[in-house]
């Protein structure tokens, strides 16, 4: 089949995320115009650092339940491939795991059978640490500091895997491929490339179906079906309501993407400088003009490291005298907390291992240093009080010694003793557990596209 | 009259840890053109509302989705103590006042 010359190749891209919730009725009816495979997205970096840093999903297990049941089902009635990407938030192998063990109560509830790829992202530390005394782990832009010690420290590093391990899996008979951290382009690229589809029509119908029907006008249920031929693409959604736009599918490229024209893969750049929009009929758009810039290969990589644990203090100020002298109040606030910790927790609480700090709800929390008006005093202001320490006891304590200045540190217009500081919550003190941070802005550069990354291939059955 | 009165959305987000992109979106190629021609969007007036060096502004005009985007990197990466916008969705807002003459 690799190397006939193909019309077209068609997908269907069921929802933006795994768990996000696929509609079965826009499912079905897509299905009825018999794609040729089913592949879904089920990770992303938005949500923060968590996910990767503790090897938990965002979605609950449930949600992802119901759509890879939905999306299983489909694949087998219909004997086409499934292929899931970054699965479980991070695509670490913890997430990977978490996700093929849904699979297997999936394919035992619904009596199917199921040749299944596993593939594994996360990356071996030695490994990496070699790669990086031979200079084959290169900065991305705002670069970022690398080391063997940011390596140890970190709690997990994946790799963003392309298209190549994807292919391997589909020419040994996968019926479903479970990919680890992927690029979400890659996963519908991976078949057209491998049939012999051009490389800029195959990415860019990659990149506008991985989002599902935000590609529409107006996002809402449904699903994406996409077509891709020698010379153009085809691009609809199945879905109440729903429409593809000249406009909407050009302006997919924007959406989280610091380039609207170039877009980056392990193999090379797509290129939709040339590319052109037009409406086919209401909701259907034809793309043509794409490329391909072939470039040498590299793999993005995302790791994450412990911050700390933090524990918080939520509550406001309504008090005008205090509004109008938040900045020097909270200041002498903050000296006198810095001042308790010293005498109760002593040596333990070194200024330099802890760090507090309060979010002006109603100032400036919310843009920082880009708020543009921060000067303008309301008439009442939120704070959360944020302390991150190397262990959650001493968090707590100094989210504990923060709760008594906050309520009583005097100012010289009331006389006598004042409670400044309204407490939503008895306890006041919620412990979050560890925080994590990205700790990597990098591409490796191995010395092909599959080394790292490990296949497993299982069949999945009752 | 400003920037936000004429263009259908104005949005933040970000685009990697990393990163903050902005776009800025017509509803009509006349609005997309009225926006463009006045020459109040550029590299160096968003450098100079988002406090910003000049040469870190990514600034792209996109006729054919009647846009225009800026990228900067992000002042704190996404989730480092002291970020309050995890998602980065709410960092838009001093380009609604934009005066477009």
């Known amino acids: ?462 | 009259m400003i920037l936000a009165d004429i263009a259908n959305l104005i949005r933040s987000k970000n685009a990697g840890p990393f990163t903050l992109t902005f776009d800025i979106m017509f509803a009509d190629l006349a609005s997309y053109r009225r926006v463009k021609d006045s020459g109040a969007l550029n590299a160096a007036a968003f450098a100079k509302l988002y406090r910003c060096p000049v040469d870190k502004v990514h600034y792209f005009e996109c006729e054919n989705a009647l846009a225009f985007k800026f990228s900067i990197p992000r002042p704190l990466t996404q989730g480092e103590l002291g970020d309050g916008d995890t998602h980065g969705g709410q960092q838009f807002i001093p380009l609604m006042n934009v005066e477009i003459p």
Request: glycine share 8%.
């Open chain 1, 1 to 462: 089949m690799a190397n006939e010359k193909l019309q077209q190749i068609r997908f269907i891209s069921p929802v933006g995320s795994v768990g996000g919730g696929i509609s079965s009725a826009a499912l079905d009816e897509a299905m009825a115009q018999a794609p040729d495979f089913i592949a879904c997205d089920a990770g992303t970096t938005d949500a923060g650092p968590f996910s990767l840093g503790t090897g938990t999903p965002a979605f609950p297990r449930e949600a992802v339940k119901r759509d890879l049941s939905l999306m299983l089902r489909a694949g087998r009635k219909a004997n086409i491939p499934v292929i899931l990407g970054s699965a479980g938030t991070a695509g670490g192998d913890v997430h990977v795991d978490w996700v093929l063990e849904i699979a297997r109560e999936v394919v035992a509830e619904h009596a199917l059978t199921l040749r299944t790829a596993v593939i594994y992202a996360e990356q071996d530390k030695t490994y990496l640490k070699r790669l990086l005394r031979e200079d084959r782990i290169l900065p991305l832009d705002p670069a970022r500091p690398i080391s063997d010690s940011i390596i140890d420290g970190s709690s997990r590093i994946v790799g963003m895997m392309g298209v190549e391990p994807l292919q391997q899996a589909i020419l040994n008979g996968a019926d479903f491929v479970l990919a680890g951290r992927c690029s979400d382009s890659a996963l519908f690229a991976a078949i057209p490339l491998m049939r012999g589809f051009p490389p800029g029509l195959a990415w860019h119908a990659g990149k506008i179906s991985e989002c599902g029907t935000l590609v529409c006008e107006t996002l809402g249920k449904g699903v994406i079906f996409t077509t891709v031929s020698q010379d153009e693409i085809t691009i609809r959604p199945y879905g109440a309501g729903l429409r593809c736009t000249p406009q909407s599918v050009a302006a997919h490229s924007l959406y989280e993407n610091s380039n609207p024209y170039l877009h980056r893969e392990c193999s090379g750049t797509f290129d939709l400088t040339k590319a052109s929009f037009e409406a086919i009929d209401g909701v259907t758009v034809r793309i043509r003009g794409s490329k391909f810039i072939s470039e040498p290969y590299t793999v993005k990589l995302e790791g994450a490291e412990l911050a700390g644990y933090q524990s918080i203090i939520v509550g406001g100020i309504r008090d005008p005298y205090i509004i109008r002298q938040l900045d020097e109040w909270l200041g002498s606030v903050r000296s006198y907390i810095d001042e308790s910790v010293a005498r109760v927790l002593g040596d333990k609480a070194d200024k330099s291992l802890y760090s507090i700090i309060f979010h002006r709800y109603g100032i400036n929390a919310v843009m920082g240093g880009l708020e543009p008006d921060p000067k303008h005093l309301p008439h009442e202001v939120g704070i959360v009080l944020e302390a991150t320490a190397p262990t959650q006891d001493m968090a707590h304590k100094l989210a504990q010694l923060s709760r008594q200045p906050l309520l009583h540190y005097p100012i010289k217009e009331w006389v006598g003793s004042i409670t400044a500081f309204a407490c939503l919550h008895n306890p006041a003190v919620i412990d979050r557990g560890p925080v994590y941070r990205f700790n990597l802005n990098h591409v490796a550069v191995p010395s092909t596209p599959v080394e790292m990354f490990r296949t497993h291939f299982m069949d999945l059955c009752v």
